[in-house]
């Protein structure tokens, strides 16, 4: 059986210099002793952070890395619902572990070691954690019916080439599914995973992020749309497919107030924010060196409105 499409291989291109990764590297111990001490972890009774976690293992309830990391926060005060997609390549130190990817916390110890590392690192209160799989995310959408999504011509070999990809995995005939032109059009599940996957056209991971964050608003949009007892038959086919450490109290709060949090606004965000980051390589791996106070303050200001 065909994999899923790997990771691009690691070049044998050379480390930044050595100063330069010294002084990322002081800045980030600089800045997590200031957390620390100051004990600045930002928290609000009215906000409720949930980190949904896209895994890229191609094994139905394994683990793999965290290909996709969205802090969605639900803001009753100014009844706001925020995405932030945080880069996986982000450099960032994981709690015992030493500095890394910010998705390599999730291999090394689930999502208790990445919530940790988020807040570690960003100084925000995140301690619930939603985790999906390639199939669990392909059977939430078909089960809504698909989605609305707009496709470029320069996606579609790359798009054709990871639905080929997820049909090898399924056992499905490669062809089917494949999107032949151009424009607006309705997708399935597995052609949605597809396009969220896609970052060989445009700006890399950081278009796929943007592409990830506008699929998970049209399944919002079309979540809307839905009576109770439709929201009810989704539910009890999606909660047994994810990993999650909220509480069944939690999980029924939200499902009580769903209708409520629906009719938010809905806004899309990235982290790191422009001009507070480089493209470096450390150990081989290419890694996006941040500066980590530009991007608690500006993470801030996102979820709870202030610095």
Request: glycine share 6%; aromatic share 8%.
């Amino acid at each position: 059986m065909q994999e899923f499409l790997e990771e691009e291989a690691e070049t044998d291109a050379e480390d930044s210099a050595k100063e330069e990764i010294l002084q990322l590297e002081s800045q980030m111990e600089e800045q997590l002793d200031t957390n620390a001490e100051d004990e600045i972890i930002q928290k609000s009774e009215d906000v409720f952070n949930i980190l949904l976690i896209g895994c890229d293992t191609r094994k139905k309830g394994g683990v793999g890395r965290s290909d996709t990391m969205i802090l969605v926060s639900l803001n009753e005060e100014t009844e706001k619902i925020s995405m932030t997609s945080i880069m996986r390549d982000s450099y960032v130190s994981i709690p015992g572990k030493g500095n890394n990817r910010l998705n390599a916390a999730y291999a090394f110890g689930g999502g208790s070691l990445l919530l940790d590392t988020i807040e570690t690192n960003f100084a925000v209160d995140v301690d619930k954690y939603v985790a999906v799989d390639f199939y669990a995310f392909v059977d939430i959408v078909d089960s809504i019916g698909g989605i609305e999504l707009s496709i470029s011509e320069a996606e579609i070999p790359v798009l054709n080439k990871y639905i080929k990809s997820i049909n090898n995995l399924n056992g499905r005939d490669p062809n089917a599914y494949l999107v032949s032109a151009p424009g607006s059009q309705h997708v399935n599940g597995t052609q949605a995973l597809a396009y969220a996957r896609i970052r060989y056209v445009g700006n890399g991971d950081f278009e796929r992020t943007q592409r990830q964050r506008t699929v998970i608003t049209k399944v919002f949009e079309k979540v809307k749309t839905l009576n109770l007892l439709e929201m009810n038959d989704l539910l009890n086919a999606f909660l047994p497919q994810i990993k999650t450490n909220l509480t069944e109290g939690e999980i029924l709060s939200l499902m009580v107030n769903a209708l409520s949090y629906l009719q938010y606004d809905l806004e899309s965000y990235r982290l790191p924010v422009d001009g507070s980051y480089e493209h470096m390589r450390i150990n081989g791996m290419a890694v996006l060196g941040i500066d980590l106070k530009k991007n608690q303050d500006a993470l801030q200001e996102i979820i709870y409105g202030e610095e």
